[in-house]
Structure formats: C-alpha cells, structure tokens
C-alpha cells in the first residue's frame, strides 16, 4: 500500500528476476524503501520472495539475480516512513490450500479495517496485519470454490479504495486494476514475454512495448506467449487520481493513454493564461516543476532559465551536522543562479503546494540572491482535502489550503503573486473527462464512499453482479 | 524448532527484554544462526516482536533493548544451518480473533506435515509454514471457544513429537513441555518475578533461583508473583533426551534434578570401569570432553592433562584461505601440546562420535605429535539411528556406528583402542529410570510412533482423557 | 590530485568542521570516492584528520562532526576510481620538526615523479608516495629556515602542474593556487570567520559572501577576523581551465569573475549561430547539456524540451544483473519522452564528446523512439590531446576527436548533422583572453613544458625571484 | 608496539599470504584489534600492504588471500584499546631511497620520544609518529652507507626497550629479537620455506617443524631455501619475560626450549607446596589458570573439577543492556556450577592478580553459591611494578599488591586465604636463571635503563662494538 509503490509482473521465455529487478529500478520514484520480487520456482514447485530494506539496489545487493530460478514473477517498491523490517515489505507470499498467492499492491484498501476484523472472526490468522494480507485470504477463501477469475470478482466486492495489483497464484501471473482506475497499470510485449507495470518507464527499460493499459475493473493474466483479459467490473465513471500526472509519475511515462510530460507542459500554458505575470524569468522548481515550467514559458513568452540547482548527492540519508547548520539545509539542497536573479522579477514554477513551508524558503532565498519580485505559480488546484485512495496526510491541518483563501496562501509563503491553476484548467490539460478523475484533495468530494465525507454521486451505482 | 534451540519466559514488575537478553546469551550454546524476542507492550495492547540473525548479542546490535516496554516476554535462540532471513527466526507470532499469540519452541513435531495440511483444508493460510505456525493456528481454533489451558490440552492431542515451549497470549506467558518431557524446560524465581528457560544456567545469570523444572505435560502461567499449574497430560513414562547430559546442555545446568557436570563426570569413571586402559594420560577433547575425562582420570588413577589445545577465536565465520590449506584446519581448531603427547600413551575421551571424522583427525594429530599409542573413550553408546525429535541427522548411512561394530569403527578412526560406554552404565550415571529416557538413537527403539520405526513399548498407552 | 577534487578551508570562531562538512557537500561533484577533514585541536596543539571512502555522508557516518574541536580546518573530496582505502584520501597530514603540516589538493603536479626521487635520495622516506606527500617534505625542508611564505614560494620553484591547495601548518590555514590558476579558488566571508573553495557553491551553502577569487600565484593565509594576501609569483599569462566552464565546474558558481550558467549558455547561443540546424526542437542532455542547450534554443527559436529523462536513483554503487542486459543500461539511464521525440527533427546538446560511446547510445536511442533527424551539437572543441593537469586522459587513441574529421566523428555517432563550437567561438562566451585559457586538450599546446608536447609560448618566461 | 602483538614472517615457493593468513589466527591471543599484511609483488617490484580493523577473519573478511601475489612478507596481529584506523595498523610499510622496508613490532621502545624528535630534527617527517615509523627512517638513513645487517646493528645502538620484530626489505624478510630477548620469537620450517613468528602455535598451524628460537640479539633472514643468521650484538645476560609463560603466550607453545603448559603446570606444584591448603576442591579460573591448576591439584592430591564454567559466547562485543544488569556481567561470564561447590572448601587457582575487581567477584560468586571455604593462590608474585616493556600499566596505584601486604589483599578479594608463588619458586619452575628473566613488575628494578626505576645490575655493560 501507500502512495506511491512501484508494481511489477512478467512472464517469460527465460528467468524473469532479472528483468523484474530492472523494471523495479526504473519504479525507483515510487518508493525508496524496500523492494522484493517473488517468483515461482519450476522445480521446488512453489512461490519464493526476495525482500530487502533501501533502494532497489541495496535491496538486492547479496542476492545474485542470476542465481534466482522462475519464469514467472511479481516485483514490487515500497514507500513508507515507517517500515522497519524487511519482513514487512512486499511481494506478500501466503501458503493455503489452494496453493501459494503472492501480491503486490500499489494503493489504499479504506475498508481494511473492517476487513480484518470479519477475517480473524472467520478464523484467520494474520501475520503481518496487513491490507495485501487480508487480500490473500478473502482470495484463498474464494479460491476454494471457484476459478481465479471469480475468487477475484468475488474479491473485488469486499474490498473498497485505490488497488493496482500484480498477483501471483502459484505459477500464474496476474495484473489487477481497480474498478475506478485509480491508480495506474500498463502492460507491455517484450521479446520473449509479457510485462505488466506501474508505468510504462518500467517497460522501457526493458525495451518492451506497450500493448495498453490494464483497464479499470479488469484482470490480465499473463504467459510467455500473450495475455488473456477478465473484464470483471465496469463502473459508469473512472476516477484516475490526477495527481499522477502532476507530480506521482515520471515526466516520460504514459497514463492512460496521456502523456505526462506534455500534460505537465499543457498545464503550465494554462497557467501562463490563467496567471500571466509581469515578469522577466520563468524559473522552474528543479525537478519538479520543470515541465510545467517549460509551458509557461513558452506561452507566456517569457524565457526560461534554470535558476535554482538541485545538488544530486543530497538524498535520503543524508545526515545533518548540527542544530545550528539545520536551518541552512535548504541552501544544500538547492542554489539560486545569482546572475540569472538578481535584479529580476521572476515567476517561480511548481506542481504543487503541501504545506507551504519549502515554498517559503524558496521564495526567501531567491529575494536573498537579489529577485527583485517573486510570482509563484502552481500547476495543481489548492490541496484541500485529504487523500484517502494513496498519499499519507493524516489532517487537513497541515494543508496549508486548507481553510485560507489564495490571498492568505500568498502571504505565508513571502510571494508577491501567486496563481493555482483552476480546476476545468487542469481538466482540460489532462484530456479526461473531470467525472472520470478523482479529484478528492482538491475538492473534497470523493468517488468512493469515505466515512464522514462527500460522495461525487448522489446515487451510488449498483455495484455489480 | 531444531535440536538445541533455547526458550525463555519472563514476567515481572520491570520490563523484561534486558532480562531476556540476558538469559539467550546464556544460552547461546543452543542456537547461533538467530535470535528473538516478543513484548507484549501494555500502551499499544499488542506483542512486539525484534529479531535478527546472528548471535544473541549480533541480532540486537541495533535495538536498544532498555527502550523495548513490556513486563511479560518470550524468547528464543536459533540452531540451524538453513536460517536465511531473520522473517524465519523465532518467536512466531500471530494475529487472531482470539488475541495476540507467540511461540518459542525447542524441539520436533513429527506429525506437522499432516497437521499443516489438515489446517490448510480448513482455511488456515501460512505465512512461513513452520511447525510454530500450525501450533499458533491450532491454538487459534481451539481458543475460540476454550480457555487457555484447554486449547493447549486439546493443541496437545494434535501435536506429536518433542516441544519445550514458551508461549505468550495476549499479555499472558506461559511453558509448556510435551508429555513426555523430551527436551529440558525449567522455572525459577528471580527479583520481582518469574522466569522460565530451557536450562537453569539461563536463571543463573538472572540470579533467579531455580524453583522446579517444569514436569511433562505441564503448563505454567507466570506472573510478577508467582505461577499456577495445569497439569494437562501425564504419561505413564518420560522420555527424557539423553543426550541433554551427555552434550547439548551446559555442563553448569541441572536437568531434572540432575547435574549435567555430575552427570558427564560419572560416565567417565563409569568408562574407565567398562574400558580400561594402559596408559599414561588422560587428554579431554576441548571442552566437549573435559568432564568426562576428569571422570575417567579420577577413577582409573591416570592423571589427566590437557594434551589438546583449541583456538577460541575459530568461530562460525571463518573464512578459509585455499583449498591447500583447509585439510589444516584441524590445525587451527586444535593442537595438540607435544610436551604431554610425546611418547605418551594417551587416552582419548570424547562425548560421542557422529561421523567419526574429526576423532580421525585428532588421533592421527596426536601421533603426528609423537603420542605412542591411543585409546579413544567415548562417554555415549554408539549412534546407530537417527534423532527425530531433536538432532538433525537424516540418514543412518552418515552415522560411523551404523552397520559397523566397534572394532570397524577403530580401524576407521585410526585408534589403538575403543571403547563406548554401555548402555546400561550410561542410564545408571545419569540416575533416571531407563524407562523414562528417549535413547532412540542408540537403541533404534522411539518412545514415540514414527513411521517405519520401532517403538518402544508394544501396547501404546490410551493417550488421555 | 586528480582534475575534479574539491578543497576547502576555513578559520572561524566556533568549531570550524560543520562548516567544512557542509561545504564538502557542495564540492560533491568534483569527487565522490572519499572525504576528509583535518582541524587543529588547541588543546592537544596538533593537527588531526578524519578521512572515508564513498560520498561525504558516508564517509563521516560514523563520526559526530560536533564532536570535532578546531577552529581552523581543511576539507577535501577525492576524485579517483583507484582508491582503496581512506589511508590514501587526504588531506594528507605529516608531522614535521617545524610542527604538522595538512595539505588537500585539486590538481596534477606534472614533475611529482623526479620530486619524489630527489626527495628520496635526500633522505626523505615516503608513506604513501603521492605527490601530495612530495609537496608537503618540501615544504617541511624549507621551513626549516623561512616563513612560511617563503617556503611556500619556494616549493612553487620546485614543482610543476596545476594546484589548487588548502594548507595547514599547525594552527595556521591557507589557501595556494597555481601561478597560471588552472584550477579554480575562491575565497568568503562568513558569519564569524573566513572561508576558501574550489566552487562559489561551497561559499554559498555557508551563507558567506564572496570575497573575490584567490589570484594565481596567491597565497592567502585565513583567521577568524580577516585574510593575509601573499602574491609570491605572477605570471605574465594565465591558463584558467576552460573546462571548468563546459563541464566540471557546478552551474550556479562563479569562477574567476565569469558565471558559469551564463557561459554555459552563451556557448548555446554561439552554437546556434556557427552551427544552425532545421530541426523541431532543441533536446539538452541532462543534466550536462541543459545551460548549452537553452542558449541554443534562446537565439535559434527552436523551442527546448526535455526529451530525454534521467533516471536519479542509478547511482556510483548500481549492480547489473546479467551480461545480457548490460547492453540495456542506457536504457536505465536514460529514457526518450516519445511524446517528444516522435516524427521530430532534433537538435540533441551536450557539452562535450570524449570517446563518443554514450553518444551513439543515445542518438541511437532518440531515432528508436521515432525522432526524424538527430543533430547534435556540442559546447566545447573537439578533443583531440590528453590533459596534463586535470583529466584522467592517459592515450590520444581513446578520444573520438583524435585522427577523425568532424564528418568521421558524426558517422561514428550516427547523427545527422554534428557541429562543435569552435575555439574562438567558445572564447568569445567565456570572456576570458585565449592567451589567459588552458586550450591543451582542444589544441595540443600547453601553457607549462610537458614532455614531448608543444609549448604555447616559445620563449618560456623568466620564471620568478 | 603493544605488550601482545604477534608477529610473524615468511619466505616459501608458492604465495605466503595464506600462510600469514594462517598463523596469524593462531597468534590471534596476541591481539584482537586489527590485523594486516604484507608482501613483496615481484611483478610491480614493491611492497604491498593489507590491514584490517577486528580479528584477523574479520579484519581480511573484503580481501581474497588467494588473489595476493608474493613469496616474501610478514603479518601483525594488534593488541590495543585505541587503535581507530586500519591506518595505524601494522605491518607499517615506508618508501625510502633505499627501497621499500615494512616493519610488524612487538614489544615497546622505550626511548622512542627522544628518536622521534632527533629524527625530526634530522628533516624526517612522520606520518604516524609511531615507533615503527622512527625504526623504518633509522634503517633507511643508514642504509644509504650500510647493508642490511649492519644497518640493523646500528638501529639496535639506537633503540631501547623490548622488540621482536620481523621486518622486510624490498623482497627479503627478516627476523630480529632485541638483546635481551625480551619478547618470543621462534622459526620453523615448513614444506617449501621457512616462517618465523612469536610463538611455536603459529608454526603448528602449518605444519612446519620448529627449528630454534631467534636468539637475543640476532637478525636471521629468510628465504624458501633457509636462513642465515647474524648475531649483531649479544649480552651477558638476557632477560626473558616471565609472563609470557605465566599468562601471555598460549599454553601449547614452547619459548626458549620452555614448554609453556608444563611451566605452568610445575608452578601450580610449587604453589601447592609454597601455599598447601586444608581444602575438599581444585577449581580453576578458566582458562587462565586451568594448567596452575592441574599442577597444584597433582601435588597436594587435592582432586580437580571445573567448578566455574565460562561463557564461550560472550566476546569483544557485547553490548550490556542497562546499568542495573551490568553489574551481573560477572554472572554472564562465568558460572559456579553448584554442585562442584556447595559445601565445599575450595582451592581457587588463576595465573595472576593486576587490580583484584574480578578476583574479588569470583570469590563472592563461588561463596555465593555455597562455597565453604575460598582459598586464592596465584601462579605470579604479586606485581607490585608497571612495565615498561610491554604491559600496558601506566600507574602503579592501580595495582592491588602495590603498597599492600599479602594480608591485606586478602580481605580486598574476600579470600579465606591467599598464596602468591615466590620469586624464587616462579623462577625455578620457568628452569631459566633468575639473571636471564626480566622480573621488572614483581621486583621493581629493570634490565634496561628506565627513567626513575632501579636497574637491575649496578655497572651498565659495555654495550657492543
């Protein structure tokens, strides 16, 4: 679960662990926490899982890829602040009588806890505790009565939130989107096999193509030779979580159908007309905002330069000095270009605003390194709601959208304009319908039932047989 | 499970994990590959688990055990050569609609492959497949409708095989020893609670003072103050694992009211008795053979000297240089000291022989050194069949005694002469009735049913009620 | 030594290793193979060093920085793939009868061979044999019997090359750079104290001013409260590295008076007048084509996009699973947004081309993903000698440029079309007099004697006093 | 340097570092904190170095001993509490005009100050500022006039203190031992070459024959053939450390033709005979005291047994959990065994008393667990002295016999009585004349000149020639 996980599926003509391990480095972006692949192994006739605490790397850094026998396999990349043990990365791999099932779960199940609750009532056990864990059993369960197809329809109406799934059920392989489309899930041809992933950067690196995406509601199996397709659900509307293309995804990936680089560039000429600014310099937040950057630009007319360095070297575990230095880490990880600020007035370029408090020390320091005007502007709608289906903020409280208007936004991060993109704007750069995205952060209004808050539809739709 | 594993359980008015630490490394000599612990921590109402791989003092390195919070826990040190991931290690804990259950165990469940699938029929998924994970499911079940020590009475019914066990349910800690008391478990009463551990050495370091061992088929609840009894089980006989005395244990602990020290040294002068010798000086194989050879010296008047030295800092870990040089590192284990050895009749005493290759060793070692003749002593009976409730020795065919007599085992070990203890002089030195000690794998005789083997007593005892 | 190494040093009036720490981390790219810090301890009155492999967190992971008492220090990060062991990273410390000396170097000293002998056979004995080592004997011989900045004048007689030096001796700190400043030196004012770097970015993650850069043939000797300035040796001409400009030097520093991002950037637009391209869009390599490739959009008006992505987790430590997708591992690198690339003419920017390998790939790669024409252009002259004091360039016959006409290197490279900025052109952008510039590698003349090269100027000056 | 060190060198037909590698572990007893290497590569003509922090296994765990090319080098094994760096390890290998030399020290040069700075003021420059780097830059300086052995001899004018050295010079290895003969050290021959090294354990490990001790005052070089002696200087009297055969050297080694167990041993008789009790029990502390013990049990007919059993587990490492469980340390460590004890009138025999805190736990510990009676007698006079030539005892307060009467350490340790060997009795048990001991830490007066201690011949000897 969380947010951002990185899934992975492949079946082959030749030991696919290597090719997972690949596909895995290109999910680096979307957890840097642990990573594991499980594969079925031909010959002991069953599931084996590799799991390890860091990058994908570092994960797998005793283990000889080589060495790791199965033509079928399911990777995953985890992101969390929380784990502590490998034991609980993922693939999760459980024993039943049906035999062995794996998952990897990109996404949130919001009725888990009930779940587990009628689960441990039924008399099972549980190890870990976990959602992908009460996945496994409601499938076990179902497995033993019916066809994998069905066990999985049969799973799909108990569980409720964001799931994009690779599964293994012994030496099968499975991709598995949610009904809703929440999260994404492509699938790609490679030679000698067939891929399912995150997105389509996984496939790439493979030199795989992209066949589709896996659609909202469907279920993939996947051989060596091709794929065969389970339409379980269909829903009337999709709810693609638009937060993928503005900041989750990588700039060269392909969600549904939508580039994300040029969906970043759409939003940023949307901006450039919605919030022109009198300006000398668009400068893009590195990396982030880089593409929507280039599209302000290049609308705006006003010419772009890189005017704040990243340093590469600055990353997870870096380790501060003292008290005193803590507060000049900002001035580590990123450097205004003075000779492109000074004296200039500048439209700073993000895709979006959390807390705020980044943003203020940016603004601060480009006004340090002598940016005569600083005109922020943001390529996502004011956060105002939580995440319910992926990212990890608890209350609204630390939003700081939530419950200010942009005018109070605009004081607290020190800007001297600052413009949101409105929502039809980004709408509109995206290419999907606004009742097939799920725009719950930004509005407060959720595709699927949340306790407490507002439902898009007023009549929730007959789920399905 | 495995052979040599060590368990222990604690409640106190203090938390417990230091005191737990403290007794695994006592014992240590009963598991290296890994080590755990499991809390029941009182503010979050569930059992915690830490473990690690490596030696007790390894696996904690980074745990800072005076922040683990909880009064009542378990522990377990690891005997195996296939330990890969500390996901594998023990306590098994498990998360059921009954409560929180973790399990420490020492010993053999012969019957857990049936078990395994007869709880995957019925729905239980595993997470491992270990035998600890079927005790924890059939735990589970019958604690749905029956209290602690009638679920244990009924998991009893279940289960076959050796189990020194420490349990805890929810915030409750338990030991449990199987009805025959195969593997050793005793309980002691240290400052501000109780404790239980596989051997009284465990207690010593605690400065608990041993209260009783824990009888076969007894369960016993500890609290800070004191413990209550259920005897669930009793059989007619014991089956006490002889070999507790002769090797596995410390030599410091008492076992059912037996001082192993006392114990080995009597074999020995029981050995010098039954096998004589003409020699000019006793020489122990270090340290498994000290006592016994303090034994033998002091009956048979020859004195004893330490003709064999052993480098202590040869641990598990050592790496060899080349191929050349491994056949010499019998060297660096052990040397003999050529001022004792020289021109000197020795004898040798040992334990036991397994395989019979390292005792080749050490008597051609000894020869090399100028030793004039040896006569090799060994405080078991010869091992003629496999262990299936504790040593991990799969086929008879690697057994030296097997299909052998004496005098073919003393060509083979190079020896002037040989002489094992009988069996009968053996039972008498360890003062328990024959009857009530396991000596299966010098017998070929089991006190329990195993397929394809002899058992002990022809009519098997109506079990119980 | 080593071209890219970075060096720091600061006087201050509180413990001085944060600081330096901090600043080490900002001279990151100039070398991650190892770090170091030596401080004087007032209170032991000598000089003491902290040194690691890997990038300046991990080689200080286990070391408190707050822990370090010293109000004076030298810092150093280490360029190599040869390094083994922290003992051979510096600062390289040496006890003296004149008192300790620390020396951190960014440089090659071209005569350290005939030093070292000469040092030998006047007695001097050799740890490690570098020519850091060298330098610091020397200075110890001639501070037998001068200042130091006498002794340190004479040393310059002594050796040739290029160096960029923080010094210490005993409690005194220094910054050196050689009489022609091939190697950059700046020197900041911070809160509290004075500081030295390689790069303006070490000064401003520190919040310090820049003063103004070390001059060549400068000594500058640092306190808490101000700077000494000692110019030793003037030369008539200059030899600043232009490569510091293209490649090695950070973006956003400052070097010598000439913004990096600016040249960078004027070498773009020089690049679209001398070599203009009919193309669609203008691609930079990332991140070391990005500045060149504005320019080169800012005056051709063929827009910019980001058509290339980097993958930022594949790091120094990345392992590749098999042989056989080793070949894949541009792919990882490296990824082509289609929606960019597809049907276009594309203008591919880079700032240099060594051996021209990773360029094949990647035009390769961009025609894979449907790109029409590939054009690169490349921000500096074709390289076609070896550097003497800076790069790792052992033979001619390793670089593309070396034999080959622009029209072979293009075929080699596959592109369509293939323009390098020429010398005068890439002068003019820098701003500095070409008689003032190192060129060695783009025209074979070297501004200091090397053995079996040309000489820029025939009559080599009278040295100095 | 450091009381403990072991050294070792070798000269064979086929690669030595396995063979270092080898006896190094046997010489492990001599220190644990780091390790290393060296040898001569006669393909790039130089010495290389190789050290490591921890015991040997560990400190070569990243270095494959098969991939080390060279016939010639010589190992160290470190003893120290302060030792941070591998840096500082040894063997420590020095450059010069003269070639490469490497040195590997046990033992201390006690006018090591006064060289160091004349040396400094000579123009030498340390890196270390270690005693060996000072024996290094003495034989390099005269060998620019000298050979090797004369070179040697002058070095030998130079230094004073205690030194068993092995030293290499390019590719020729050498022994040396100071005049007195202070340390061990011993060579053997081996199939195809020859090894020296401190003591005969290391020499068993290879299978190699003991061909004599290195004589006081002799250098002997080696080579795969044999080895040529030259006895530069010799002295009228030696003095051999007493402790090594007290406590030091491993019980299986023979130093000066003195078997070390049966030195032992026979002290143990003494002492029975010096100091006889009215006792029921001989108990050793393990393992220091086992041989004593056995000598003093074989005299007074008192008979033997392991009444305190040691934690074999319990290393360099540990980690105590909480100051409340420390001072149970003892209890981890070592173990009455009850029935050993209980009742009975116990002999308690260990090799020596420095500060008397852990003797005092033992008595307690055995009283404790029912001991009737504790009678302490050690196989040393009481050290009332530091040492200067070894031992690392800086203050003579710390020592529990300086200023105290044997009466007066017995109430200290709680014994019921105390016998401490005579001098006399030490002395005819070693078999070695008093004169040719050094007997500095239970006498007080020194061979060698020490700065405010007594010498122990009134006219120093004329030195030599």
Redesign the interface.
């Known amino acids: 679960m969380r947010e951002k996980c990185g899934v992975v599926a492949a079946a082959a003509k030749a030991d696919v662990?290597?090719?997972i391990?690949?596909s895995l480095?290109?999910l680096?972006?979307r957890g840097?926490e642990a990573a594991g692949i499980s594969v079925y192994d031909d010959e002991e006739e069953k599931i084996k899982c590799y799991k390890g605490l860091g990058?994908?790397?570092e994960a797998?850094?005793e283990i000889d890829?080589?060495s790791i026998k199965g033509r079928r396999g399911i990777g995953h990349t985890y992101y969390s602040v929380k784990i502590s043990?490998?034991?609980n990365a993922q693939p999760t791999?459980?024993?039943?009588?049906a035999g062995d099932?794996a998952l990897a779960h990109n996404g949130i199940i919001t009725n888990s806890g009930e779940l587990k609750e009628r689960l441990?009532?039924?008399?099972?056990?549980?190890?870990?505790?976990s959602e992908e864990?009460s996945m496994?059993?409601l499938l076990?369960?179902y497995l033993?009565t019916k066809s994998f197809e069905k066990a999985v329809k049969s799973l799909m109406k108990d569980i409720e939130g964001s799931y994009a799934l690779t599964i293994m059920f012994n030496n099968r392989v499975f991709g598995l989107r949610d009904p809703f489309g929440i999260k994404p899930l492509c699938m790609g041809k490679m030679d000698g096999g067939y891929v399912i992933a995150s997105e389509t950067?996984a496939l790439?690196?493979?030199?795989a193509e992209l066949v589709r995406d896996v659609r909202p509601g469907e279920l993939v199996e996947l051989t060596e030779d091709g794929y065969t397709s389970y339409q379980l659900v269909e829903e009337k509307n999709k709810a693609h979580c638009f937060f993928e293309y503005i900041y989750f995804a990588?700039?060269?990936s392909?969600i549904d159908g939508k580039?994300v680089?040029?969906t970043r560039?759409k939003i940023g000429e949307q901006l450039a007309v919605e919030h022109p600014a009198d300006a000398d310099m668009v400068v893009p937040v590195p990396?982030s905002g880089?593409?929507h950057a280039?599209g302000y630009s290049?609308r705006s007319g006003i010419?772009?330069?890189?005017g704040l360095?990243k340093?590469?070297?600055?990353?997870r575990?870096?380790?501060m000095?003292?008290q005193?230095?803590r507060q000049?880490y900002i001035?580590?990880k990123t450097?205004?270009?003075?000779?492109?600020v000074r004296g200039k007035k500048i439209v700073l370029v993000d895709d979006s605003i959390v807390r705020g408090t980044t943003m203020r020390q940016m603004v601060d320091l480009l006004r340090s390194r002598g940016a005569k005007e600083v005109h922020v502007r943001i390529g996502s709608p004011p956060i105002v709601a939580p995440c319910y289906f992926g990212i990890d903020m608890t209350t609204r409280e630390q939003l700081i959208a939530y419950g200010r208007d942009v005018e109070e936004i605009r004081k607290k991060i020190h800007a001297d304009s600052l413009g949101y993109i409105s929502i039809e704007g980004m709408v509109k750069s995206i290419g999907i319908d606004r009742n097939d995205l799920c725009l719950g952060c930004v509005t407060g209004e959720y595709p699927i039932k949340v306790r407490g808050e507002k439902q898009r539809f007023q009549e929730k739709l007959e789920k399905w047989e």
Chains 1, 2, 3, 4 share one sequence.
Do not use: C
């Not at 790439?204 to 030199?207: F, R, S």
């Open positions: 662990s290597p090719y391990y690949f480095n290109a680096q972006h840097q990058l994908v790397n797998f850094r890829m080589n043990s490998p034991y791999l459980v024993h039943t009588s099932i441990m009532k039924e008399g099972h056990n549980f190890s870990m505790g864990e496994a059993f076990s369960d033993k950067v790439d690196v493979l030199g990588r700039a060269d392909v580039d680089y040029m560039k990396d880089r593409a280039y290049n010419p772009i330069a890189e360095m340093n590469r070297y600055i990353g575990t870096f380790i000095p003292t005193d230095l000049k001035l580590l450097n205004p270009i003075r000779s492109i």
